[in-house]
């Protein structure tokens, strides 16, 4: 089957957008924040509808997609493994022909990178990626924008990324490289980030083993659960082998005077982060949390009304 050609814009990683594009975003994202606090209306998409599909369930990821359709005078539906025919083996394909001519947007929140990308290939509709295995770029607009509220611009600053070369670090990977700053990885032998996007993005990003030395000087340190979902039977082996990942006080110790801590959340305190740093003055958690929000709002924002 050949895909069907459209014209629409998805946004499956961060490099669905380019750089000015991204900035742009960001920046929309905080105006559409102070907008929203000032009380003021603003209500683009009547009777528009977002398709909201998780294979993989979510707090956030639900509650801010659903809000944003809401406040933008729209309308999101949600939809799990047991309201759709994919989870009963409908091909992705047909799943994405049909639902494309009936809603106005689609995010889904999976396991496969593969499985939004076919969907995205036959879907007449713009196509979001809530989060797979691969990546998870809709949380680092958030991270990009809640940096830039609090530090301004994150160009030719230092990110340390402590734990799990996972969905999180790709998508750190690829925001080094379309925001322009240096990212340090710190993880455990056989947990380093895919290869290849490790590869594509040396000019930009390096593995250093050691935690502490990853957050020397850094401005933004971020981390990530040990075990993430699907991952749980490893948790008693990879807590034994993260243990001296923990971004705790005497790792931010090392990173730059102002440095801010986040975390995509949910966290575990004692695990990955010590209960000092997330709920210490460097923590800005609950604001980047918030922004996904926001950052969310912008990008359907973006993805519904594409620049003529």
């Known amino acids: 089957m050949d895909a069907k050609p459209t014209l629409c814009r998805h946004f499956l990683t961060l490099f669905d957008l380019s750089p000015l594009e991204a900035r742009t975003l960001i920046a929309r994202a905080s105006e559409l924040k102070r907008q ?6 603003y209500r683009p998409f009547p009777h528009r509808t977002l398709a909201m599909i998780f294979e993989k369930s979510s707090t956030r990821t639900r509650v801010s997609f659903e809000a944003g359709m809401v406040q933008l005078g729209g309308h999101a539906l949600f939809l799990s493994p047991r309201d759709t025919q994919l989870g009963r083996g409908e091909p ?18 999976t396991f496969k990178q593969d499985t939004v990308e076919r969907f995205a290939a036959y879907s007449s509709v713009p196509v979001i990626n809530g989060l797979t295995d691969r990546c998870h770029p809709c949380q680092l607009l958030a991270d990009m924008q809640t940096y830039h509220e609090h530090r301004g611009d994150i160009r030719g600053r230092r990110v340390a990324w402590i734990g799990d070369g996972n969905n999180m670090c790709h998508s750190f990977m690829e925001a080094a490289q379309l925001f322009d700053f240096e990212l340090r990885i710190a993880c455990p032998e056989g947990f380093e980030p895919d290869a290849a996007l490790l590869a594509a993005a040396a000019d ?24 993430s979902m699907g991952q749980e039977e490893e948790q008693a082996q990879r807590q034994a082998l993260f243990a001296p990942y923990q971004v705790n006080d005497d790792v931010m110790a090392r990173a730059a005077g102002d440095a801010l801590f986040m975390h995509c959340l949910p966290a575990h305190r004692g695990e990955e982060v010590a209960a000092s740093v997330i709920d210490g003055p460097q923590s800005v958690v609950w604001d980047e949390a918030e922004n996904r929000l926001h950052a969310q709002k912008a990008l359907l924002e973006f993805l519904l009304r594409p620049a003529s």
């Open 36 to 41: 929203l606090k000032r009380g003021e209306i």
């Open 204 to 227: 930009h990003c390096t593995i250093i083993r050691d935690p502490a030395e990853a957050a020397a000087g850094a401005h933004l340190v971020s981390t990530d659960v040990w075990a």
């Open 92 to 109: 992705i394909e047909d799943s994405a022909r049909v639902l494309s001519r009936m809603v106005d947007a689609v995010m889904i929140r």
